[in-house]
């Protein structure tokens, strides 16, 4: 365990062994079990700001993508933080993604292996379905996004907004880029989320 401001390392899946510097339980969690770290409530204050750094290397010597690692990653926090989660679905205010009014401007591309590049100040997916967009586009506009469109195809999307802390860019805001590039459009509602409820977690792990 640690307490310092250094930056959080993992490795690079697929990996032989699972390796995170100075990170929090609350990431760790998140990685565990495939949910935003946001989603995490009911959780003590130093499950953010508590580090720690942890080793942990699976039988055998195949690595592992990130996804075969979540429930080691889940068993390991059972057994040493003796953490206890559930699922809980609630309503939240976000966002309703539908079809504006003229129609999609959607490009069509082959199904395929859904690879999204995050960037500043846009999304870029070769190949991705419109319920995988909704999800990308939950953090820049800071809320859940559901898809209520309907549409059961793949595209290709090079979407571009402004950053949210640009007020000065050239580019338009995210609603206006969803609207104008891809003929949809962000409605507010209240939606359903998944959260993940922390019903006990220990500060101190114990030993191997």
């Known amino acids: 365990m640690v307490n310092s401001d250094a930056m959080t390392i993992f490795p690079d899946f697929p990996a032989p062994q699972f390796v995170a510097e100075n990170i929090s339980l609350t990431l760790l969690i998140a990685i565990a079990y495939n949910m935003s770290d ?26 592992l993508t990130e996804k075969q690692y979540q429930p080691l990653l889940q068993d390991f926090l059972r057994r040493r933080f003796h953490l206890a989660v559930h699922r809980e679905t609630r309503q939240v205010s976000g966002y309703e993604l539908v079809v504006a009014k003229g129609g999609p401007k959607l490009q069509t591309a082959p199904k395929g292996d859904a690879m999204a590049y995050i960037l500043s100040n846009g999304l ?16 820049p506009v800071g809320h859940p996004v559901v898809d209520r469109t309907g549409l059961t195809g793949t595209y290709k999307l090079d979407l571009k907004f402004a950053p949210n802390n640009v007020p000065d860019s050239d580019l338009p805001d995210i609603f206006t880029a969803v609207q104008e590039q891809l003929g949809l459009k962000l409605e507010a509602k209240k939606v359903p989320a998944e959260f993940l409820v922390i019903d006990h977690v220990d500060k101190t792990p114990t030993e191997n």
């Open 38 to 63: 946001d989603r995490i409530v009911d959780k003590p204050s130093w499950l953010d700001s508590t580090l720690y750094t942890v080793r942990a290397k699976p039988e055998g010597e195949a690595a």
């Open 124 to 139: 870029q997916c070769p190949s991705v379905s419109i319920g995988t967009l909704a999800s990308l586009l939950a953090r």
